[in-house]
């Protein structure tokens, strides 16, 4: 039974990979709560800024005619990230892709997408322990606005 690699599959490792990254995107709930960023090739590190939140109340109204004078001061931090290596890893034959009327290659793509999308979530939410904000009380009838303001709040959270 050989292994595949990328002289054996060829053009299987593209698919495997493929409905991996398509398992991710649409498994992960908290990747797009967080800031992201390229690292460079050859780097291990990246770094961006990041600008301070200017709230709605700093939106006021104004009158025909009239200066509106009130300056909103926006200013950077800058931040930083090493990049970490984290591995999963399946191997796929190319006997069990010919031998098999299942989509091998697909499901195996959409099993690992999912299950780096759960680890993901997980290290993202462990930042959050000491997360304890509340929207609304106990025995509230839950509304848009709470959700919004959950969604509000945890990104806060996370981009702090």
């Not at 009327?101 to 959050?128: P, Q, W």
């Not at 322990?129 to 839950?142: I, P, R, V």
């Amino acid at each position: 039974m050989a292994e595949t690699d990328t002289g054996v599959a060829q053009g299987g490792l593209d698919k495997v990979i493929g409905d991996a990254i398509i398992a991710f995107n649409v498994a992960n709930v908290m990747f797009p709560l967080v800031s992201t960023k390229q690292c460079p090739p050859g780097a291990i590190t990246v770094q961006w800024p990041e600008y301070t939140a200017v709230a709605s109340s700093s939106v006021g109204a104004a009158t025909d005619g009239s200066d509106y004078t009130t300056v909103t001061s926006v200013t950077t931090t800058a931040r930083s990230a090493t990049v970490s290596e984290h591995v999963i890893r399946a191997d796929v034959t190319d006997l069990a892709v010919m031998g098999n009327a299942d989509d091998i290659a697909g499901n195996t793509g959409d099993i690992l997408g999912n299950a780096v999308s759960a680890k993901l979530d997980a290290d993202l939410t462990a930042l959050g322990t000491a997360f304890s904000q509340t929207e609304c009380g106990a025995g509230t009838q839950l509304t848009l606005d709470h959700i919004f303001g959950g969604l509000r709040q945890l990104a806060s959270f996370i981009r702090n």
